[in-house]
């Protein structure tokens, strides 16, 4: 059965889409379009590029986490200094690494640009810090960049879609109107599920989401004793009230919630242990989906 797909953000968690779309696969369910924010933008455009679950098991549980870190050359030697220059940098990471090995993935499938991909089947939510705007690429980027979307690089659209906030640098692009600087996807919709509706509402066919997290009236309260707890408590309670708009009662119905406990966004240091959890959580919360899920 042909769906369309949406994949929320929520960093190194996302192995968890990963059991997910293994039993997704196993039940006969294939992506036709995919839309993601940040981490979900990855999967997204791998499962565009034509990556099935048996596919992505091996290459991701056997990534090394640590790598796709990649601090500029004086931080290399004085450690101390990224603090001083995050100031000025925006972010703690280049981010190249990352984009680097997306690339290299996606190459593996002849995937470079837009271009590549079927038309319409591939949409990576980013945020527009400069011009205060949610960006979805490639449908935003003549308008608002002048830029030919069949030949921008794939890799480099989902690169700008994870750069998480002071941990990753922004991306530059030039518009119109001159340098934007370009976040996580995730600053201004976690998880895009409205992208597959149109105005009135209707889909082209059924659509099958993927969140790292509880649903909407299950989330669980936060402990807030300090002015850091209480950022990240505003951060989050910004995504979840924007793309809680938009999953209904009904909508819920199409979306396979993976609550994640016990690994936080940046673990890049997991544990084999810890990667085989995140996959088996996938594929039970898939599991129990589709037992109650009714197309």
């Known amino acids: 059965m042909k769906v369309d797909g949406v994949f929320s953000g929520g960093g190194v968690k996302a192995l968890a ?24 933008a990855i999967m997204a455009s791998l499962i565009s590029a034509g990556y099935s679950a048996e596919d992505l098991q091996p290459i991701l549980t056997k990534l090394s986490f640590e790598n796709l870190i990649d601090a500029p050359v004086p931080e290399r030697y ?16 280049k981010g190249n690494r990352l984009e680097k090995l997306i690339e290299g993935w996606l190459e593996e499938k002849g995937v470079r640009t837009f271009s590549d991909l079927p038309k319409g089947s591939l949409k990576v939510v980013c945020s527009d810090l400069t011009l205060g705007k949610m960006v979805v690429i490639p449908d935003d980027l003549k308008l608002l960049y002048g830029i030919d979307p069949a030949t921008f690089s794939v890799a480099k659209a989902v690169r700008m879609s994870a750069g998480l906030p002071y941990f990753f640098m922004p991306v530059k692009l030039h518009g ?17 599920i409205w992208i597959w509706e149109n105005e009135e509402g209707k889909r082209k066919r059924p659509i099958l989401g993927m969140q790292l997290s509880d649903p909407p009236d299950q989330l669980p309260e936060r402990k807030i004793r300090n002015a850091i707890q209480m950022f990240h408590a505003l951060f ?19 979306v396979i919630f993976i609550p994640v406990k016990d690994v936080n966004t940046t673990d890049f240091l997991m544990t084999n242990e810890q990667k085989e959890k995140l996959l088996e959580l996938g594929r039970t919360h898939a599991l129990l989906f589709l037992k ?4």
């Open 292 to 295: 109650r899920w009714k197309r």
């Open 176 to 192: 119109k109107k001159g340098k934007s600087l370009i976040v996580d996807g995730g600053v201004l919709s976690n998880f895009p």
């Open 17 to 40: 889409f990963v059991g997910a779309l293994e039993v997704l696969n196993q039940h006969g369910y294939e992506y036709k379009r995919v839309a993601g924010t940040s981490a979900g």
């Open 236 to 254: 989050r309670t910004m995504k979840q009230a924007h793309d809680a708009r938009y999953i209904s009662p009904a909508t819920s119905r199409d």
């Open 78 to 93: 004085f450690p101390f200094s990224k603090w001083l220059m995050l100031y000025f940098r925006m972010g703690l990471f």
